[in-house]
T-cell receptor, first 117, second 113 residues
Framework: DGGITQSPKYLFRKEGQNVTLSCEQN?????MYWYRQDPGQGLRLIYY???????QKGDIAEGYSVSREKKESFPLTVTSAQKNPTAFYLC????????????????FGSGTRLTVV | AQTVTQSQPEMSVQEAETVTLSCTYD???????LFWYKQPPSRQMILVIR??????QNATENRFSVNFQKAAKSFSLKISDSQLGDAAMYFC??????????FGTGTRLTIIP
C-alpha cells in the first residue's frame, strides 16, 4: 500500500547535536511538507517542496534544513541552532498542482517525536 | 497572512449527543478550501471533511457536517450521535490553490460515556 513513512518514531538528541528525521513516500506525490506540532500551537509549517531540487521556507524555518534530491524523500535536519527542538514532527505529501480539475488530498506520516536530553 | 482560529481548546459531549466545534479564518482570497482533520491518540492526521469555498452547499460525511458561512468567515464542524471513537484533537485548516495548509490550534474533544 502507498503511504508516507517517517522514521524513527522516537528520537533523542543531545544539546549541540544535529539530527535528521526521515520522510519517504511511495505515492508519487510532487509536493512534500514538514510541520512541527507543539501543545496549544497546532501545526506550524517548517519547510515545503513542490518539486525535486527545490524547496521553500515555511513559517518557522530557523534552525532547520531540508533537501529534496529525490521525489520520494524529504529529510529534515534539526540543527544545533534550533533553540527548542523538542516537539512532534509531521511529514505530509500532496499530489498534483491543479485547483479545480480534481481534489488532491494531503497524506500525513505517523510522525517523529524528538526530545532533547 | 491567512490565519485560522479555533477558540475552544477543549470540548466534551455525552455519547450519542451532538457537538459543534468552531473555526474562524481570515483571508482576502475568494476561492479556497477548508478542512477539518482529526488527530486521535495515535497522532495520525485523518481528514474528516472538506469544503470548497465556491460551493454554497455545506459538506456532509455521514455523522459529520459543516456550517460554512463565507461572509462571516466561519467554518464549524457538527458531530452527530457522538461515539467514543470520536475522541481526538480536531484541527481546522485552510488552503488556497496548491499552497500550504494553514492549521488552527486545535480543539480537544472528549466523549463522556
Amino acid at each position: 500500500d502507498g503511504g508516507i513513512t517517517q522514521s524513527p518514531k522516537y528520537l533523542f538528541r543531545k544539546e549541540g547535536q544535529n539530527v535528521t528525521l526521515s520522510c519517504e513516500q511511495n505515492l508519487n506525490h510532487d509536493a512534500m511538507y514538514w510541520y512541527r506540532q507543539d501543545p496549544g500551537q497546532g501545526l506550524r509549517l517548517i519547510y515545503y517542496s513542490q518539486i525535486v531540487n527545490d524547496f521553500q521556507k515555511g513559517d518557522i524555518a530557523e534552525g532547520y534544513s531540508v533537501s529534496r534530491e529525490k521525489k520520494e524523500s524529504f529529510p529534515l535536519t534539526v540543527t544545533s541552532a534550533q533553540k527548542n527542538p523538542t516537539a512532534f514532527y509531521l511529514c505530509a505529501s500532496r499530489s498534483g498542482n491543479y485547483f479545480r480539475t480534481g481534489y488532491y488530498g494531503y497524506t500525513f506520516g505517523s510522525g517523529t517525536r524528538l526530545t532533547v536530553v | 497572512a491567512q490565519t485560522v482560529t479555533q477558540s475552544q481548546p477543549e470540548m466534551s459531549v455525552q455519547e450519542a449527543e451532538t457537538v459543534t466545534l468552531s473555526c474562524t479564518y481570515d483571508t482576502s482570497e475568494s476561492d479556497y478550501y477548508l478542512f477539518w482533520y482529526k488527530q486521535p491518540p495515535s497522532r495520525q492526521m485523518i481528514l474528516v471533511i472538506r469544503q470548497e469555498a465556491y460551493k454554497q452547499q455545506n459538506a456532509t460525511e455521514n455523522r459529520f457536517s459543516v456550517n460554512f458561512q463565507k461572509a462571516a468567515k466561519s467554518f464549524s464542524l457538527k458531530i452527530s450521535d457522538s461515539q467514543l471513537g470520536d475522541a481526538a484533537m480536531y484541527f481546522c485548516a485552510y488552503r488556497v490553490g496548491n499552497e500550504k495548509l494553514t492549521f488552527g490550534t486545535g480543539t480537544r474533544l472528549t466523549i463522556i460515556p
